[in-house]
Nanobody
Framework: QVQLVESGGGLVQAGGSLRLSCTAS????????MSWYRQAPGKQRELVAT???????NYADSVKGRFTISRDNAKSTVYLQMDSLKSEDTAVYYC?????????WGRGTQVTVSS
């Protein structure tokens, strides 16, 4: 079993920054990939960024150059640094991982960007 807890969301003006955190209930060093997803009202959940245990990262085109995902295995935490935020980044952000063939999601953290 794995519990994922997100934090760091909030209200920010366009152009501002936020850093989201996702802390796992066990060591993440054995998690091959940890990802951030988001879901805006009335839209499907979409992949934002992924960080693998090997150090590779991938981003949605819409956030490339503005968001940075990173992992801290010692703290069992994955981060999403979000800069130059836009109103279209408003969504609930979720952390996701797969461990022992099971999919785990956090409960999400709300990010609201005012224009």
């Amino acid at each position: 079993q794995v519990q994922l807890v997100e934090s760091g969301g909030g209200l920010v003006q366009a152009g501002g920054s936020l850093r989201l955190s996702c802390t796992a209930s066990r060591s993440i060093s054995s998690f091959n990939a940890m990802s951030w997803y988001r879901q805006a009202p009335g839209k499907q959940r979409e992949l934002v960024a992924t960080a693998t245990s090997g150090g590779n990262t991938n981003y949605a085109d819409s956030v490339k150059g503005r968001f940075t995902i990173s992992r801290d295995n010692a703290k069992s935490t994955v981060y999403l640094q979000m800069d130059s935020l836009k109103s279209e980044d408003t969504a609930v952000y979720y952390c996701r991982t797969i461990f022992e063939a099971r999919l785990y999601w956090g409960r999400g953290t709300q990010v609201t960007v005012s224009s």
